[in-house]
């Protein structure tokens, strides 16, 4: 078994809720082949009457989880994000249709997944997902705020998706500001009038860095970590709308379909208010590391303070 | 009940299935033609269920993998007392329980949200692992049609099955030999069903599906045996027992005629 990560990656996260799950025993963990990947390992070695291997065959698992839902079960199956989507269909009519509980995480979320190359980058999950009618669309930032809000899904009666990173990214919580953190409820890391950063996953700790920059600017920025895409916090976008002269999305995710889009669908209704998407273009990604991929596609820290800089100015 | 009892029970679904696909005006025929005789040996003498409580925990389960035939569901879920006959005369009307595929959301006494082929077993492999942690000694039943094993998901859950050794996980195959477009043979022929199973590990039976005497012995079979996943390739007509719909593919999928539905109903007499 591969060493776990020394923390910050948001996939660690999910390995350690389902520690802390484990206590309640309707919890069992389904893999397809890549637990020391996604970090279901962990729960795998100590509880392996709980765990379900499938093999590599991701549509079957999904249809398993759904039925041991319906036998009172809370499944929690996980494989690379990419390979959650061969089984989309599954999601949808297996899953959803019915409404079950089942959740589903997908890590290796984005180009930030680095040097395996376009394969293993999802760029289009989080816009699949959002799709399906009741499903609970996640995509948390760190190791700690993954952890909690995975937690959360003990209580959550709908079907959901996560989206983990497998790379370390700067810790935007410690153990006591996560416990704040609520499914559907965006966090508000950082406070300022002129604009409002709306971000996820690994590019919430871009977006701060681009708050800094910006600040040394005289610029001041709101920072959101919109961890919950669906149901999305739309109080807090239009609290953000009212008094920022207007709201910059950032994500690893394409720029069709994802949290731009999901702010966009909803400003579209409240009088236009101004809005920049930072996010991967319509294009795939390649080999490399997730700095140069993120430089290549546009979405590093500079690029979210140009865009912020673009729409005040 | 006896075979006799079973028998006529099956005749009076078949008539259930005719008109109620004829007022909906639409629905699948033939197959559930096919299968009604084992649905109505399996709810008449099997299945552990409990009407007043549908979603008693600790009940058998049957998924109806070939959620097209719901006709033939709802024809036996009536007959059991899950359904009126006024929701069974409801299919695929707006706001019915009875929805045009098979839908456990929406219908007491259904397992599985079916419609698209190639999931059920999965679906019904998730029960069996459930009710084995739970120390249950309920049964899973699923039904699939031959055509449908043409999906891949089908044979990820059958290695699955066998590798977890979940004796009471019972299939049965539906081995009416047409599908959609046209027979089995003429799409992608899927041959051999019962070694291919067989070869994954799992016990297999193949009997005649419109036979009630082999039908009845064979699910006592697989309900007995938990020692490995088991199937039971039945070997039946599409559209058995109406005489211009059997065998002939383009009964699939096509309601009845005013006319059609009165030559039925006489044969169904």
Redesign the interface.
Known sequence: MSAPSTGGASRDGYGSALLRLSSDPRV?VLEADLGKSTKSCHFRELYP??T?S??I?E??M????????????I?FASTFAIFTERGF??VR??VA???LAVHLCGSHGGVHTGTDGSSAQSIEDLALYRTIPGMTVMHPCDDLSAEELTVQLLNHDNPSYTRTARNKTPRMYDQETCKSLKIGKGSVLREGGDVAIISCGVMVSESMKAAEYLSSKGIEATVVDMHTLKPLDTDLIDELAGRCKGLVTAEDHSVIGGLGSAVAEHVSYNGGTPLRMVGVPDRFGESGTPQDLMKAMGITYGDIATSCESLIS | MDNAQLEELARQCRRHIVRMIHSAGAGHPGGSLSAIDILVALYANKLRFDVENPDW?DRD?F?MSKGHASPAVYSILHEVGFISEADMMSFRKMGSVCQGHV???WTDGV???A??L???L??????????R??SSDRDIWVMVGDGETQE??FW??A??AD??SVGRLNLIVDRNRIQNDDFVEVQMEVGDVAKKLSSFGWDVKEIDGHSMEEVVSAIEWSSSNIRSPTAIVAHTTKGKGVSFMENNPSFHGKAPTDEELRMSLEELS
């Open positions: 069992v009457e709980r379900i499938l093999g065959a549509q079957n999904v249809l398993v989880a759904s039925g041991m839902a319906s036998s009172g079960k499944p269909e599954q009519n297996g249709r019915p409404g | 925990d389960r998924v839908d456990m959301k397992d599985f949200s419609g698209s190639g999931m059920g999965s679906f019904g492999l998730g029960c069996a692992l459930a009710a942690m739970d891949g998901q990820e859950a290695m699955a590798f977890h």
